[in-house]
């Protein structure tokens, strides 16, 4: 067994979704095992996180169930966010805001240009150091030739612009599946970041055509994106990072009419991140990727992840399970349907079980 | 009721899938009615219409489930084929051959690979006058940077040296989707033809982006390749013609994790049809781009249209029901969702009879 440890790692996701009630119970124990120091909480919630009081009781929640994990809080930005939330946030050790383009468009018929009407909230957070976090696609629009395809292609001006505007804010473009956006966030200052997930490190839009436990947004592109992807990661450009955007739906909201965007990552990110760097030469980049430039970026310390404890990632057939099992908030059982469901990595974390896991999950 | 008649049609649609067993007896008979003079029927069924003696015991059946309509068959490009038996099928009545590339859409496993070996079978197609039918794209190859979203681009170069090779073989480019297809058929001479469905004038790719029953291959692309579709039949151009791919698929192999490709319009052509012209001001091109360029293309005279009758559109609201229900191979009520389910068109056929429409499919 000894040969095929790769070593002992303690990873971040700077980006994840942990949901609210019986959803949030079911998937955020998962955490505490699962070799995660740090987790960066989307805000999308219903409602939405919107203020300092809301983060500190959603974080409170959070850190019941993963009591090893270091919950980073973030809030939506909508247009109640004042610049004195803003500060009352920070002193709660609120991290960040996210934007999302639908929360933009309601406020005025220029959608994401309007993010000029959040000025001074960005300028408060510039000054109180809080991170700006952008989920980079513009609406489609059909009479522009704008659809999911080009969505983060033409977003990326405003990341220019507000990173011209804001020099000493940090802002993470989210999730980037394009090599423009790659492009991009290289081009600008060492206040840019940008979060890559484990399957758009693997996906390309044949593999969600039709396959809607693939289907997320924004939607896996060309195989030249997916390649650029990996080649920053290979070059280990210290302002990407790993967020994995593990976001789950029942799967009866997947596999559907009208499918839910989001893929299921949580429970076995370690394993799913070694695989895919492996696959394209990359595994001597997991610490740096996982770990180290996500930590920086947003100025972890140790004593941050004072109770999270590193795991052991071994190369051993690792089989994720088909099905979790879970009971909804109307006491109905509901199934998550895991990325890469039945398939057998080659990575898993000690101890090695995949018949405890499948059944304890 | 009179000033909403909108005309008297007899379209015929160049491509379309009747399937067979249950799922044929369900679909085939819905054609009765609906003004359809003639179609070219695909020949992926399991096993492939291979030879002139089963596309012949094909047709009977077709026939036999709906009588009026004329049913213009044809086979599926294999290696085994040979020229005489393209001269025995002509003789038969077979009127063209269909070239799927490999794996590329629904029982496409036997696909081909290269058109060089078929060269022999082209010149006896070329000599006898019959059709060449090509599933244009070629299989998706990520290290050569070829997807879902450019397999149609890249394949035309094959279309364009296949006119160059046999320049009197009838060749059509079937379900073209992008602004390039329309630019290479418009380029080439006059015996190449190209059919457009009626979804690929109202979708784009955020329509089936997590959306399962607009699922087809090819998939539906940029809101620019749609306006070349749509302008190319406003422009009247006689060499563009409708093809449906009409592809019905069982309800639980399209809301599942692999979702079959194909969308359902066959029941209600000519009303989709009406509703999609008149969306970008071409009504006007109904009779051309329905029914006279393919029956020009293909040849079709008013004898072999001789049991049909056309039906009165009229622009009267029409809601497509949201399920078809038959009974398969196997005696299980299976479901079909058709395209548009639940929507309400603008047109319909007379008589407009929404109730009795929904329950007696």
């Not at 940008?194 to 809607?212: N, Q, R, S, Y």
């Not at 009866?252 to 394993?271: D, F, N, Q, R």
């Not at 770990?291 to 590193?310: P, V, W």
């Amino acid at each position: 067994m000894a040969t095929n440890v790769v070593g002992k790692f303690l990873i971040h996701d700077l980006h994840i979704h942990l949901r609210q009630g019986a959803l949030m119970r079911a998937v955020t124990p998962t955490l505490n095992k699962a070799g995660i120091g740090a987790v960066f909480v989307m805000p999308n919630l219903k409602p939405p996180i919107s203020t300092a009081d809301q983060a500190v009781a959603y974080r409170s929640q959070l850190q019941a169930l993963a009591p090893n994990v270091t919950f980073l809080m973030s809030l939506y930005l909508n247009p109640a966010l004042t610049p004195a939330e803003i500060r009352k946030a920070k002193k709660a050790g609120v991290v960040g805001v996210k934007s999302y383009p639908r929360g933009v468009t309601t406020n005025s018929e220029g959608g994401i240009e309007s993010y000029t009407v959040y000025y001074d909230v960005f300028k408060a957070m510039e000054e109180e150091d809080m991170v700006l976090n952008l989920h980079g696609e513009i609406p489609s629009d059909p009479d522009n030739d704008i659809c999911v395809l080009n969505a983060e292609e033409r977003f990326l001006s405003h990341l220019k612009q507000l990173h011209k505007d804001f020099p000493k804010l940090r802002i993470v473009l989210e999730h980037a599946t394009t090599k423009a956006a790659v492009d991009a966030v290289k081009s600008l200052g060492p206040t840019v970041g940008c979060t890559i997930t484990v399957h758009h490190l693997e996906l390309i839009v044949d593999d969600w055509a039709g396959k809607c436990h693939n289907y997320c947004k924004p939607v896996a592109k060309y195989p030249h994106d997916r390649k650029a992807l990996q080649d920053i990661i290979k070059q280990g450009h210290p302002r990407f990072f790993l967020g994995t955007d593990s976001a789950p739906h029942p799967r009866h909201m997947k596999e559907t009419s009208v499918c839910a965007a989001g893929v299921y990552t949580g429970p076995h990110i370690l394993a799913y991140l070694a695989n895919a760097l492996d696959s394209f030469g990359a595994l001597d980049k997991l610490s740096q990727f996982g770990t180290e430039f996500g930590a920086k970026f947003y100025h972890l310390k140790e004593s941050d992840i004072k109770n999270a404890s590193a795991v052991t990632l071994v190369k051993e057939p690792f089989t994720i399970p088909q099905l979790v099992k879970y009971i909804d908030d109307e006491g109905v059982e509901r199934e998550l349907v895991p990325y890469r469901a039945g398939e057998t990595l080659n990575f898993s974390i000690l101890p090695v079980s995949n018949k405890r896991k499948a059944s304890d999950e």
